[in-house]
């Protein structure tokens, strides 16, 4: 028998990015006339985040001067300089011939797991976690192995459970810190840990760190730090969040100890060769970005830490409700209690919400937690009048949900 024509691959029916797809839900109701307030997606220039004015400036400058066509396929070296300096300031042992640009950091993600999994291979990656490198492995065939982090615990991995996931076929550790969906920032001694379970399995170490400048408490130490002279590390960054650039599309990755994966290096070096080049005019602010004095973030963090303060106190008060309080990004992890799924899942109480109240949220399933557990994500960019405006309803709406399913069983 032939095959149906147009039909979509294979490997594209169990692709799924929940951050998105929902949205198709709250269109639904927006068709219907019903107001819909969006907190599902990690976008600072939707709730009033501009990129520093400097960088703004540099990006056009560059238009205007020209730069207009392809860079090289790693970018332009003048930025990479730039990427690695800042790298070894930071602690991070690296060179300009390991710094690659990318078109964001959801293409260097892309550009090493293909370089690096083989269909039926493994990828560790952490429950809840940002759904793309699960979407990635995917893609490729590749199995996603989750391994936890505990919300009793400040959501923190451990590294013991880590280590009783592996398998033979396991390839590599992704470890993103500041986390989202957590909004956790993993201690030093956490991070030790588990890089000792990634050397000593010889597993390649996947290091997103793209929220590492916006931290309200504690201090962040970069993977990349940690890798002594053996261990292979590739950080991915990019001027989305850091720099609340997200629509310029430019992220990098910088590799550590490369000398130990030099075909993995050359791989995914192909691999990018092949897609050309990273957006170019941004390439030519990094370097003005690298530099600029962290006063930048002051009046943008000063924000975010009422925003947080707000959702961590307002979310801790409603009934049946609870959430840890976010140390970076901005995103916090709340839980409603579901009687152990008796009263539903989560995906259930987020699209009750969405329908009755017009707020949108993504369920933790969407990020790897059981739905029965009644996880969600808040995205908390939005201001404090429009959080406090949304937390009332959200308030509203529990108990709601609550009299609404506990009276359905007793029937
Ligand atoms: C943890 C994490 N990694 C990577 C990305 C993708 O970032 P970029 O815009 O640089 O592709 C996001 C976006 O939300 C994220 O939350």
Excluded at 259 to 270: G, T
Aim: charged residues 25%; hydrophobic residues 40%; neutral net charge.
């Amino acid at each position: 028998m032939s095959k149906p024509f147009y039909e979509p691959a294979a490997r594209t029916k169990n692709y799924k990015y929940a951050i998105r797809n929902i949205v198709v839900e709250a269109q639904k109701i927006e068709a219907q006339g019903k107001k819909v307030t969006y907190l599902n997606i990690g976008d600072p220039s939707l709730y009033g985040f501009q990129p520093p004015e400097e960088l703004i400036e540099a990006n056009i400058k560059a238009i205007r001067d020209g730069y207009c066509g392809y860079s090289p396929s790693a970018g332009i070296l003048e930025a990479r300089i730039a990427v690695a300096d800042d790298a070894n300031r930071r602690g991070i042992q690296t060179t300009p011939d390991d710094v690659l640009f990318t078109y964001g950091a959801s293409e260097a993600a892309d550009l090493v797991l293909t370089a690096l999994l083989d269909a039926g291979d493994e990828v560790l990656v952490p429950a809840p976690g940002y759904p793309l490198y699960t979407a990635i492995a995917t893609k490729l065939g590749a199995v996603e192995i989750k391994y936890s982090q505990n919300a009793d615990n400040n959501w923190q991995p451990d590294a013991d459970e880590l280590r009783s996931k592996i398998s033979p076929r396991t390839k590599a550790l992704v470890i993103i810190n500041p986390n989202n969906p957590t909004g956790a920032v993993y201690s030093k001694e956490t991070l030790e840990a588990m890089l000792n379970v990634a050397r000593e399995y010889k597993l390649v170490v996947i290091a997103d760190e793209v929220y590492h400048k916006l931290l309200f408490d504690g201090k962040h130490v970069p993977m990349g730090s940690l890798a002594g002279t053996d261990l292979p590390v590739i950080t991915m960054e990019s001027l989305s969040k850091n720099y609340l650039a997200p629509g310029w599309r430019l992220g990098w990755m910088t590799m550590t100890n490369s000398a130990v994966m030099p075909d993995l290096k050359a791989a995914i070096r192909k691999l990018a060769d092949a897609r050309l080049c990273a957006p170019m005019s941004p390439q030519h602010v990094i370097k003005t970005a690298i530099s600029l004095p962290t006063s930048y973030l002051d009046a943008p963090m000063k924000r975010l830490r009422e925003q947080r303060d707000i959702t961590f106190e307002s979310i801790n008060k409603i009934k049946g409700m609870r959430c840890n309080k976010p140390e970076g990004a901005f995103y916090a992890m709340a839980q409603v209690d579901l009687e152990n799924g008796d009263l539903g899942t989560d995906e259930e109480f987020v699209l009750g919400l969405l329908r009755e109240k017009g707020v949108l949220f993504v369920h933790g399933s969407g990020f790897g937690t059981a739905p029965k557990d009644g996880f969600f994500r808040i995205v908390f960019l939005p201001n404090a009048e429009t959080l406090r405006d949304v937390y009332t309803r959200l308030a509203e709406f529990a108990a709601e949900f609550r009299e609404v399913k506990s009276t359905a069983e007793v029937k």
